[in-house]
Structure formats: C-alpha cells, structure tokens
C-alpha cells in the first residue's frame, strides 16, 4: 500500500502562498490570548491536584504531557505534531484486517 | 463580501439564522445531509428528510433570497446499520434529479468500522454511476486522521473517480497535506473544540495557498456558529490578505466547486454583474 508521507506539492504551490505576518506583529498581536491560554492550562492542572490527581491508568494526560512537550520544540509543524500525539494510529494494511482488499489486489490475486 | 458556505445544516437552524446570513454577505448553501441526533428507524423517515432538504429549506432560504443546494446519503453514523443503508442507497436517485441536489454526501466514517467502510463503498458507487460529485465527512478527533487516510486509501483504490470532484471536508493540520497531495478538495470546518478555528485555517492557507481549499461553518444544531465564515474573512483581512485572496476562497472556490454539479447556478451577484 503507497505511503502518502512525502509531500507531493509542487514548487508551483509553493509561488502562491500568501506571505505570513512578521512574527513580531504575531506576538504583538497574541500575546495577551496565549498568556490566558497557557493560564487556563496551569489552572486546569491545579484543580486535578486538588481533585487528588489522576490515576495512572488514565492515558488522556500522559498524551497532554507529550503535547505540551511539543510546544517547546524548535520546529515548524508543531499543531500538526499535536494533532497526532491525540489520534488513532492508522494501519495502511487495515483492509485486510477488515476482508476488503482492495479491487487492485483482488485483480492480481485472480491473476 | 459574498461568500458561499458549502457545509451547513439550515434544517437544524431557525430562519433568524437565514436572516442573520443574508445580511452577513451569504448568497447561498450547500446543506449535506447529516445525522439527526438519533437513529432513524426506517427508509420512510430518511425519504421525508430528503424531502425537506430538496424543497422546505429550498423555499424557506429563498425568503431571504439565499440559493440553498443540498446533498443526499445516510451518514456515517447510521452507516452501522447495514440494511437500512443499503435501503437508502437504493432510494437516493429517487432525488438526484431534483433542481438543488449537487451530488452525495455527507458521507463517510464516524468510528472508523468495517460496516461504515462498505457503506462508504457502496455511497461511492452510487456517485459514480450517476456522475454525481461528492461530499465527504471526516470523523472527529481521535478518530480523524485514522478515518481520513482509510477514506483516501478507498478513493484512490477507485480509477472511475474524478478527484476534481471530490470534496474532503473537516480537514486539519494533520489531514490536509494528505488530501491536497491526492488531488482532492478539502473543506476547512470552523466550529468549536471539535474542529478548527478562523485562526487556524488562515494558517493552513498560509501552508498550502487556497488551490482547491474551501471553508466552511457546518452550523448545526450543536455549539457551532453559522457565521464562522464572515470570522474567517475578518481574520484574513487583520493578516492583511486582499480582498482577492479571501473572495478566492470563501466564493470563487466553492462556486468552481458545485458548479461541475449539473443542478449547480452560480448565485447572481453585483459583483459578477460588474465584473461581465
């Protein structure tokens, strides 16, 4: 099953992309939200202290950890790191887990 | 400026919300058809839903002078139940000659299962016989990027398809590179906690460009906020995008879009009359 890791898009793409803010206007422009988010996160955290902690078996903070780690790395894909940290891991050979092959391997298989 | 949402459920929404649209620069819809709330029990009760899609919000958009178009399945979520889908898909072209529906959809994977996936299948099938476009449903959250690579993996299984009408919708940063690189639409959900910002899709069309990049409010009868389109323009507009950028995607794009659909009227606005 082809992967679809590598990035197919064309240099052509790349020559429309609109040019971001300077990120000094980003941070002037933000800085305020990411403070209160950051401080919601702190507030969340201490109330699961005062609550008595979660248990280890609950994986959901574990991945919040593997998240919020993310967020101090030094790199450019940092929402769509997140993201993955939170989803299902994808099998590329799922449908033969499922008994739906597809119509390509059927064809080879009756060859 | 006018702008086309392409993802709205007006059946779960008052006619102050037709109201609120029209004055907010909408000039129409496109409304797939979705999930209740609960289980229908019947193909009866799936035929008087497509009724109220092709002709009631028809009719009760157009009081706000507002085109509404619309798309026929059974969603994902009731994808489950196997018989009753496949008494559905059966039923569909019962409507597909109806002036305001564009194609199939929303269809999908809800929990990624076995039973969705040949329901998915069978949906495809349909569109392909009857050379409808397609609207597609991501599933949320954690289920998201595992159910957007198996809907990939079945569409390019497929060499009947014409990608270029194939939209892929609620995409997110870690799904949109995937559906873009195969030649696809995606559709960008602005909607609460579950799916994307104004913020963020700004920044995936900052990523990406706006080739075959649409966004939407999918306003329904949960959280969700119908004007998130007008959120999405304003955004642009504070990063100091031009106006042509931002027309781009929340109206030539969807009109490009819907209107390789044979019952698609690109909506007649001041601005194409200037523009001829």
Request: hydrophobic content about 40%; charged content about 30%; proline content about 5%.
């Amino acid at each position: 099953m082809e992967r679809r890791l590598a990035s197919k898009l064309g240099d052509e793409v790349r020559t429309m992309l609109p040019t971001p803010m300077a990120a000094q206007a980003v941070l002037d422009r933000e800085y305020l939200e990411v403070r209160a988010k950051v401080l919601e996160l702190a507030a969340t955290f201490d109330r699961l202290e005062r609550g008595g902690g979660v248990p280890i078996v609950d994986g959901r903070l574990k991945l919040v950890r593997q998240g919020l780690k993310v967020l101090l790395d030094e790199t450019s894909d940092r929402a769509e790191q997140v993201q993955l940290i939170f989803s299902r891991p994808y099998d590329d050979d799922w449908q033969k887990g499922f008994g739906m092959a597809p119509p390509a391997a059927e064809k080879s298989e009756e060859e | 400026m006018y702008y086309f949402d392409p993802h709205i459920h007006m059946v779960s929404r008052t006619t102050d919300d037709y109201e609120m649209l029209a004055k907010m620069g909408c000039v129409g819809m496109s409304e797939p058809a979705f999930w209740a709330g609960f289980d229908r029990g019947s193909v009866d009760s799936f035929r008087d839903y497509f009724r109220q899609l092709t002709d009631f919000e028809r009719r009760r958009a157009a009081q706000y002078g507002l085109k509404h178009y619309t798309w026929l399945c059974i969603n994902a979520k009731e994808a489950e139940n196997v018989n009753l889908s496949r008494d559905v898909i059966a039923m569909i072209p019962e409507f597909l000659d109806q002036p305001t529906v564009l194609g199939i959809g929303e269809i999908g994977l809800n929990k990624n299962t076995r039973n969705e996936a040949i329901i998915f299948l069978e949906h495809v099938d349909l569109a392909v016989r009857y050379e409808q476009s397609i609207l597609i449903h991501t599933p949320h959250l954690e289920d998201k990027f595992q159910g957007t690579m198996m809907i990939l993996d079945m569409l390019c299984d497929d060499s009947r398809l014409d990608r270029n009408r194939v939209l892929v919708d609620h995409v997110e940063e870690h799904t949109v590179r995937h559906v873009l690189e195969e030649g696809f639409w995606a559709g960008v959900t602005l909607y609460p906690v579950s799916k994307c910002t104004p913020q963020r899709a700004a920044d995936m069309i900052e990523m990406y460009g706006p080739e075959r990049l649409l966004v939407n409010s999918a306003g329904d009868w949960g959280p969700s906020k119908p004007t998130a389109v007008p959120d999405f323009i304003i955004e642009m507009r504070r990063r100091g995008y031009p106006e042509s950028l931002i027309r781009r995607v929340v109206y030539e794009n969807p009109i490009e879009f819907f209107s390789q659909s044979r019952n698609f009227q690109a909506p007649d606005t001041v601005e194409e009359t200037i523009r001829t």
